[in-house]
């Protein structure tokens, strides 16, 4: 099987040292993380971390047995992206010029971003979607000038009423 990407999620106690130990195991085997999404769940004990990273299905295999061997992870699973709704949020602070701020407002509105912040010079936006329509607008506002990006990484939930 041919790599692709592979998405984890996870319980963690909710303490310091957690993040590096999780981080740790990822780089000691050699696997990169693509991105990395952690907040603390209702239960303030607990966050709730998403990985994602690219690999075939032992790679996968590997990581949930491994990350399942450390003491501070409740319970990890892979959520397969065919049953995933995945969402990454992102800010994006574009260049603006006194003939492109029309059609630059329009693009915005157009791909369903929301102006956060501007002034006479720049416009920030909030963009929240899957990331391959994240990747679509950030190639639609080169056009205009990018001046900085923020990718929080994305996060995933299984469909339906299946929960980690």
């Given at each position: 099987m041919?790599d ?6 996870a319980?963690v106690n ?8 999780i981080?740790?195991?990822?780089t ?13 769940t209702d239960?303030?004990?607990y966050s709730?971390m998403?990985?994602v ?9 590997q990581i949930i047995k491994q990350?399942s061997?450390l003491?501070?992870?409740r319970?990890?699973?892979i959520?397969?992206?065919e049953?995933a709704?995945v969402r990454?949020h ?15 407002t329009a ?11 501007f002034?006479?010079?720049?416009i920030?936006?909030e963009v929240?979607?899957?990331?391959e329509?994240n990747d679509?607008?950030?190639?639609c506002?080169r056009?205009?000038g990018?001046l ?7 996060q995933?939930?299984?469909?339906g009423?299946?929960c980690?």
């Amino acid at each position: 099987m041919s790599d692709h990407k592979i998405i984890i999620g996870a319980i963690v106690n909710n303490q310091f040292g957690v993040l590096m130990r999780i981080t740790e195991l990822f780089t000691k085997r050699c696997y990169n993380i693509d991105s990395l999404e952690v907040g603390v769940t209702d239960d303030p004990a607990y966050s709730r971390m998403t990985i994602v990273a690219t690999g075939d299905a032992s790679v996968e295999e590997q990581i949930i047995k491994q990350l399942s061997k450390l003491h501070d992870v409740r319970h990890a699973a892979i959520i397969p992206t065919e049953r995933a709704s995945v969402r990454e949020h992102m800010l994006i602070k574009l260049k603006v010029a006194p003939n492109t701020n029309a059609a630059l407002t329009a693009m915005i509105n157009a791909r369903g971003a929301k102006v956060i912040d501007f002034s006479a010079e720049t416009i920030t936006a909030e963009v929240t979607g899957e990331v391959e329509s994240n990747d679509g607008f950030i190639e639609c506002a080169r056009e205009f000038g990018i001046l900085e990006i923020c990718r929080a990484g994305a996060q995933a939930l299984h469909r339906g009423t299946e929960c980690l």
